[in-house]
């Protein structure tokens, strides 16, 4: 099955960009009709969409984040890389990478185990 994790550092001062890479095993990122998103949920908050990069390639984000939020991908190393710049502690969550369901964006059915991101001087 399908295998996601995420890496990255836990521990990002502000104003600077938080960067997290997802690496996939046992599926390959350019699969036709598959979706590679990040989702993440600030405590004792829900889940937020932050953006997806296709099997094509092609990228979309969440109009709230686009203008600080970059998502490319590796295929040689079949990862994708987040990067979202000029944090704040508001950007402190739990981070994760997921598979969209087949032709799906936001229902997924492979998820990575997460990680926290704490944004602080």
């Known amino acids: 099955q399908v295998q996601l994790q995420e890496s990255g550092p836990g521990l990002v001062k502000p104003s600077q960009t938080l960067s997290l890479t997802c690496t996939v095993s046992?599926?390959?990122?350019?699969?036709?009709?598959?979706?590679w998103s990040w989702i993440r949920q600030p405590p004792g908050k829900g889940l937020e969409w932050i953006g997806y990069?296709?099997?094509?390639?092609?990228?979309n984000y969440s109009p709230s984040l686009k203008s600080r939020t970059s998502i490319s991908r590796d295929t040689s190393k079949n990862q994708f890389t987040l990067q979202l710049s000029s944090v704040t502690p508001e950007d402190t969550a739990v981070y994760y990478c997921?598979?969209?369901?087949?032709?799906?964006?936001?229902?997924?059915?492979?998820w990575g185990q997460g990680t926290q991101v704490t944004v602080s001087s």
């Open positions: 997921a598979r969209g369901a087949r032709f799906e964006i936001y229902v997924y059915d492979y």
């Open positions: 046992n599926g390959s990122i350019t699969t036709n009709s598959y979706y």
């Open positions: 990069i296709a099997y094509s390639g092609t990228t």
